[in-house]
């Protein structure tokens, strides 16, 4: 107990030094320019705050130590919906959400993608896959062929089961709902950046009635998600998918730096909620504002 | 080879990039080099439409030679990309139908049929809405009912007449809403969810640049 209390303790009293030493300062100064961007300096401790926490719980896991990673039913579930597709002889479909690869939801998609693949690669169940954009597709491709060649069924790979449908919004939309009623998918995978459509695609499945899978970073089409699919990843879960998927010791501790960060921020949200409740809390909001 | 350079480019890129913003853009190379990438970024794009062109013709002109289910649309599909795409790319300088200026055939078949039905398919989320919620908000339980009387509140408060309503009940229920249900538990979730994002974003991305995590080119 003792030493987790120290494990905690010690980067909060390291934070709160260097932003005295560094933030207060820098205010003082009344925003003297320089090269570097010292009213970012609060941002750049949090930086190196989290990369050093990420990076020594990777360390612990990398020499062996167990690392408890809570379960993530809606992951848990992707076997299983493949396991689904493959008795009813049907396709799984994969969305990898409506961004451009440049955004770091579409890129755990496509690394969740790569895991599908392979589990579908196994059963050899159909996949198929619609994007948005021409690098998404680029991507996706390289993803589920690797996946194929290393489960050894590179005979079953096929170009087209990454597939370009429309840059449009809702012209994808509309050729993914129309491929999910003729296809009739048994199991749809919606992952990464969704927006309006969201609803769209979902409900479309739920009356095609395939089990669903989704997972999304935007609070505001989570409750879409949730009223229409069977399990639902919600904001960091999708992060964690690949990881928790891998089993890996190495990413694990990626999730579990993350965590302790969390608790940090618990604690700092804590303490500025009773100093703001007392009246004394503008010295505290300036340390975290970022100009 | 196929892992290694990929990781070095991916290392390097995130790592300037991540530096970047703290420098000022005016004063140093570094601050600079953001903008840039973003540039490079839409170079590359452009050039990878071809690909999605490519694939796009591929997988309907297969479906349409072999007749397999759905075959009408595709052929649908590949009369309309070409229609769209042929005359925009030919110079207006041929015909004030060419080009995408307005009065072509591109504008023209955007303007009348490609924004109606991009609204039409906006103008079904209604329903779909409708739909989910009649299945959401059914009391099978505690939580269901909560969600079930809360919503009821809120949708009450957010149309004129319901309002009208809420305040003969009691002058202040609107605002009460809104500091308690909108401003207070809906908002403190919605910042859990979005701290957790955030923060799992932040996790991805430093596996991502230190080669950690590999997945995202099919490895590990």
Redesign the interface.
Known sequence: MLKNFKIILIPITVFFLFLFLTVEPVLAQGGE?????LE?IN??VF?LV??AA??LY?RWAKQGKTLFVRKIPGIDAVEEAVGRATEMGKPVLFIPGLQ?L?D??T??A??IL??V?KITAQYETPLLVPVR???V???GQ??????YT?MGKRDFYNR?IV?????????F???VN?MMM??RPAANIFMGAFF?EA??L??TGNAAGSIQIAGT?R?EQ???F???CDYTL???????A??YL?K?P??LG??K??DF??VI?IILILIGVILVSFDVGDWYYKLFKMA | MRTTVPVVIAFLSGLVL?VS????PD??II?QIEPEILVW?TI??GF??????V??T??NF?TVRRRK??WG?SLL?LISVFVMALPSLLPSSWSPLFGDAEGSIYDWLFQYL?KP??AT??G??AF??A???Y??FRARSAEATILLLTATLVMLWRVPMGEAFLRSIHVALPELINTYVMNGVNMAV?RG?????A??????????I?G??R??????
């Open positions: 320019e320089s090269a570097f961007r970012r941002a750049l930086v989290f990369s990420v990076l990777t451009e440049d770091i939801e890129i755990a496509i690394s790569g895991r693949a954009y021409p690098l597709l680029a991507a390289e993803v589920v062929e690797q996946a290393e087209d597939r370009y449908v429309a840059g449009e919004q809702m012209a939309t509309s050729t129309g003729r296809e309006a609803l769209l979902a409900e970073a609070p989570l409750p879409f949730i009223a229409a919600m904001g960091e879960e999708l992060y964690a690949s990881s891998s890996e190495l990413m990626g999730l730096g993350q960060i969390k921020i | 991540a913003i703290f420098f000022r004063k140093t601050g970024v590359v794009g990878t439409l071809f690909l999605g062109a694939s796009i591929r997988v297969n289910k759905g649309y599909t490609d039905m991009m398919m906006f079904i989320l779909y809405i739909s989910a919620a299945r959401a919605q969810i979005i701290i957790g994002a923060l799992g974003a932040a996790s991805m991305s430093l596996r991502i230190l950690i995590e997945t995202y080119m099919g490895k590990g």
